[in-house]
C-alpha cells in the first residue's frame, strides 16, 4: 500500500514539477530582469548596504533586517544541504549550474515579491501586519481575482504544513542526528512501518517539538528575535566550513567548475549507471533551487510586509539579498564540495548522508569533527526553517479565515503536531511532497507578479530617480 501511494505522490511531483512550470518560473525571473534593466547586479551592492542598515521612520512590526532573517530563516534550511544533495545525485553536478541560474533570474523576482509586499499591505489600527501576495494579488489586481488569493493561501498554509516547514526539515534533522550519534541503528526503541526508528531520532523529535512550540507561540517578534541570532551565526559557519574545503581542495575546484558547467548540458553518468540528461539536470536543479531559495513561490514577501519600511523598492533590495546569500552563495558551497569528494555518485548513500559523506573526505578534520560540525549547520538550518515557516502559514490561515484567532491556534498546534510525526517519515516521499505543494503555491504568484510587473518597474524607476536626486 504505502509503496504504491509512493509511486503516486512520485507521479504527481513529476507531472507539476514539468516543463511547463520550470519555463513559467525562467520566464518569469527573466522577463523581470529585462524589464528591470539587470537590477541585481547594478543595486546589488546598494542592496547590501540597505540590509544592515534600518529605515528610521518606517511603518511595520520588525526591522527590515529581523525581516530579512525571518525570511533568510525559512529559506535557509534543508535545501541547502539535503536539496542540493539529492539535486546532484538525481540530476548530475549540472543541477548546481541550473541552481545558481535560477537564482540570477529569481533575485529579479525576489525583488519584485518584497517590492508588491509593502505596497499592498495592511496595517491595521494595532499596528498588525498582513501583507504578502494574497493582498497584492486582491488590492493590486482586483477584487474579482480574490479566488486566486485564496487559492494561494490556502496552498501556502499546506507548504508550511506538509512540505518545506515541516517533514522535510524535521526528517533531515533527525537523520543528521541520528548518523552522528548512533549510526548502524543499534539502540533501536520500535520499529514501524518496515523501519527500525533509534533512540536518536525518538529523542530528536521530541526535543525539536518542544523547542519549536516554545518560540511559535510567541509569535513574529519572537521569531525574529531568535532569527536575527540564529541565521547569521550558521550561515557564517556553513560558509567557513565551505570555504576551508575549497581552500584545501583547491587543485580539484576547476575539474569540479568543467563538469558542473560540462554536465548542464550535455548531461552525465548518474548514480546507479541512468543517463542523466539536460532537462533532468534542469529539471532538478530549478526545483531544488526554488525550494531553497523560494523566489517565486511567494513565501518571502509575507515576511518583508511586516518589516519597518515605507519604501516598497528599498524593501525589495533588501529581500532580492536573500537569494543571492541563499543560493548563489550557500547552495554553491555546498555543491562544490559534493562534487569535488565525487559522493553523489555513491548509489549507497541518501541525502543528508552524500553531503555528511562529502565534508568528512574533503574537510582536513577528523571524520568525528567534520561530521559533528555539518550536523550542527542543519540542525540550526532546519530549526530556523521550522519557525519561519510556522509564521508564514499562519499569516495564510489568517487571511483564509478573516483573521479568526481561534483558526490560527488550531493551525498551530497541528503545525507542533507535524514537527513531532516529521522524524517518522520517509525521505523520498517527503521531498516528493514538499516539491508538489511548492508548485502549487508558486502558480497564483506568478501570474501576479506578470500581472503587476508594470506596478514593480514604475515604483522602481520612481525611487532610484528619488535617491539619485537625494545625492
Known sequence: ???????????????????????????????????????????????FRFMVKNEEDGEGEVTSFGALCTALSATIGTGNITGVATAIAAGGPGALFWMVVAAFFGMATK??????????RTIDEEGHVLGGPF??????????????????AFFGACVGLFGIGTFTQVNSIASAVKDFFDPETSHVLFTAFGREYSAATVVTGLF?????????????????????????????????????????????????????????FTGSALAGGVMGTMVVAMQKGVARGIFSN?????????????AMTKEPARQGLVSMTGTFIDTIVICTMTGLSIVIA??????????????????????????FVASFSLMLCLVFFAFTTILGWNYYGERCVEYLFNRKQAVVKGYRWLYILAVFIGPYMTVAVVWNIADIFNALMAFPNLIALLALSGVVVRESRDYFARLKQSK
Open 208 to 264: 525539536l517539538t518542544l523547542c519549536v512550540g516554545l518560540v511559535v507561540i510567541g509569535g513574529i517578534k519572537r521569531i525574529a528575535k531568535v532569527s536575527e541570532v540564529v541565521v547569521p551565526f550558521m550561515a557564517i559557519l556553513y560558509v567557513a566550513l565551505g570555504v576551508i574545503i575549497i581552500a584545501t581542495n583547491l587543485p580539484a575546484v576547476p575539474g569540479a567548475l568543467v563538469s558542473i558547467v560540462k554536465s548542464a
Open 135 to 152: 493582498y497584492y494579488i486582491e488590492n493590486g489586481m482586483g477584487k474579482k481575482w480574490k479566488w486566486l488569493a485564496k487559492i494561494f
Open 342 to 367: 565525487g559522493t553523489w555518485l555513491n548509489p549507497d548513500l541518501e541525502g543528508v548522508e552524500i553531503t555528511m559523506a562529502a565534508f568528512q573526505q574533503a574537510l582536513p578534520f577528523p571524520a
Open 111 to 120: 525583488y519584485a515579491e518584497g517590492l508588491l509586499a509593502i505596497k499592498y
Open 1 to 47: 500500500m504505502f509503496e504504491q501511494i509512493n509511486r503516486i505522490i512520485t507521479v504527481i511531483d513529476e507531472a507539476v514539477w514539468g516543463l511547463p512550470l520550470i519555463c513559467l518560473i525562467m520566464a518569469t525571473g527573466i522577463f523581470l530582469t529585462v524589464r528591470l534593466g539587470l537590477l541585481q547586479i547594478r543595486h546589488l551592492g546598494k542592496a
Open 294 to 306: 523560494e523566489s517565486g513561490l511567494g513565501s518571502a514577501p509575507i515576511a518583508a510586509a511586516a
